[in-house]
């Protein structure tokens, strides 16, 4: 018997709160408290996904395992850098997979989002490219930010700026979507 799906809001709570839970403790408490909250929260969130679900998609698997190592040492050693090269390592490791997928041939975007639409092989693979590029751009964002600025922007950055340029950089690959598009043929 399979298990039944998450509902959108459930979904949308479990990825966005340990984010939230981070920022929020940020601001009363500090990283280290935050970065200990974040580390909790998602650890639930992906449990919950778990239960839920019965299966846990890679991508947040990949991220909570960074979180909890990143995290752990940032608490342990008493050094922040960890958890603020932990989006570096991630968006590196997202970018290495999407474009190794592309290199081998077997974009990676096909078997994540195959499930919910269908594109030509040379849309998932353009779709695989652009992602893979700007996970890299993250990558050097990141990095640039939390070296040159204070610990506070740096938060803010994490929690707002990299959310708002991963929305627009989504609208933006709206266009290459629609005209990769594939309509299911009806069966029978």
């Known amino acids: 018997m399979t298990p039944p799906s998450m509902n959108s809001q459930l979904r949308l709570l479990l990825d966005f709160s340990p984010l939230a839970g981070f920022f929020v403790t940020y601001k009363l408490a500090g990283l280290a408290a935050a970065t200990g ?21 890679p991508m947040p698997l990949v991220s909570g395992v960074i979180v909890t190592v990143m995290g752990g040492l940032t608490l342990y050693l008493h050094d922040d850098t960890f958890i603020k090269i ?35 092989e040379e849309g998932w693979k353009r779709l695989s490219v652009r992602w893979g590029i700007f996970f890299i751009f993250l990558a050097i964002l990141n990095e640039c930010i939390w070296r040159n ?13 990299m959310f708002s340029l991963t929305m627009l950089f989504t609208f933006a690959q709206l266009p290459l979507i629609k005209r990769c598009w594939v309509d299911e043929e009806p069966a029978g």
């Open 37 to 57: 909250v974040l580390i909790v929260m998602t650890l639930v969130s992906l449990t919950i996904t778990y239960v839920k679900e019965r299966k846990i998609a």
């Open 86 to 120: 932990k989006p570096t390592i991630v968006n590196l490791l997202f970018a290495t997979l999407l474009l190794g997928g592309v290199y081998t041939g077997r974009p990676m975007f096909k078997y994540v989002l195959g499930h919910a639409m269908t594109l030509t």
């Open 149 to 161: 600025f204070t610990t506070e922007f740096w938060v803010d950055f994490k929690v707002f700026g």
